[in-house]
């Protein structure tokens, strides 16, 4: 497998300094794109790849594991991938998109962990309560979190995989429905909505959302018309029978549209031994550690 021409830490390497000029890194950030820039590389040193019949080396160099590295975390993906897969039921999904408003964004900037858990929790709970009531059923459900857009614009919404059925609500039975209706938009979206302002809320009393879009104090005023603003809009929430299969669709939206980066290779962009001939093929190849140093990421 040839290296491809451009690796993201080169990219990374080449337009850091002209983005740290520009925007304002959290720290979280700047960890992770100095992980990413020396991935790989010979700052966190290296090992060897060595054929025992001919000698000839080749080397690679150690990887950052920062969990926002997609050449990293490619393993792992392709782990949770075939997990959530094996736990996917054979039967018909559909595939629904929860949205926060632009109001939220400066928030989730700000309280990523408790903007999002309320996100999860929200959808999670207007899904389960009108599948409930309306249909009678427990549904089953697989989320998956985006914060951007294939554009790299700030646009946090979830992707559900949602079971076309589930389990009578006095647990006798499975109840199956029909694959081209399940729950309406509107009373959805309306659920939706009030979970998210109440958990919203409920931060606030928290104490939690202390600050602004331009990082001031957010005031009782302040608060005020954010709520106002959010609760005289529509909600975008949709839901449509999964294309394909249930695992396409998980598999699509996990690797192709948040990372595809190296996403055919658990081990990003190393390659396997590039020589021709019968010897060096992998199955001769054994792997000795030469680590030439182990910095930290600070």
Request: hydrophobic share 40%.
């Amino acid at each position: 497998m040839d290296r491809p021409r451009f690796d993201i830490a080169d990219i990374v390497r080449l337009n850091l300094p002209g983005l740290k000029a520009s925007q304002r890194l959290t720290s979280v950030q700047a960890r992770a794109l100095k992980a990413i820039s020396i991935c790989r590389t010979a700052v966190l040193g290296g090992h060897a790849n060595v054929c025992p019949d001919c000698g000839l080396e080749d080397l690679s160099y150690n990887s950052c594991r920062n969990r926002n590295c997609p050449k990293c975390q490619s393993l792992a993906q392709e782990r949770w991938l075939a997990t959530r897969s094996r736990a996917l039921l054979s039967i018909p999904h559909f595939h629904g998109v929860f949205t926060l408003p632009e109001e939220f964004r400066p928030l989730a900037r700000q309280h990523p962990r408790e903007i999002y858990n309320a996100l999860f929790q929200s959808a999670t709970a207007a899904l389960l309560e009108l599948a409930q009531s309306r249909l009678g059923i427990s549904l089953g459900l697989t989320l998956v979190l985006h914060t951007w857009t294939r554009e790299l614009l700030f646009h946090p919404h979830v992707h559900v995989l949602i079971s076309a059925g589930g389990l009578t609500l006095d647990g006798t039975g499975f109840k199956q429905v029909a694959e081209t209706f399940l729950l309406p938009l509107e009373p959805l979206a309306e659920l939706f909505k009030k979970k998210m302002m109440d958990a919203l809320r409920e931060m606030r009393s928290d104490g939690l959302l202390l600050l602004t879009d331009g990082l001031r104090p957010m005031t009782d005023a302040n608060f005020a018309f954010l709520v106002a603003t959010l609760a005289n809009q529509d909600w975008n929430v949709y839901l449509k029978p999964a294309f394909r299969s249930p695992k396409f669709v998980l598999e699509y939206y996990v690797v192709q549209h948040i990372t595809p980066t190296s996403r055919n290779s658990p081990f990003g962009s190393t390659a396997g031994p590039r020589v021709a001939g019968d010897c060096c093929s992998d199955a001769c190849w054994s792997k000795l550690w030469q680590r030439h140093r182990s910095p930290r990421l600070m």
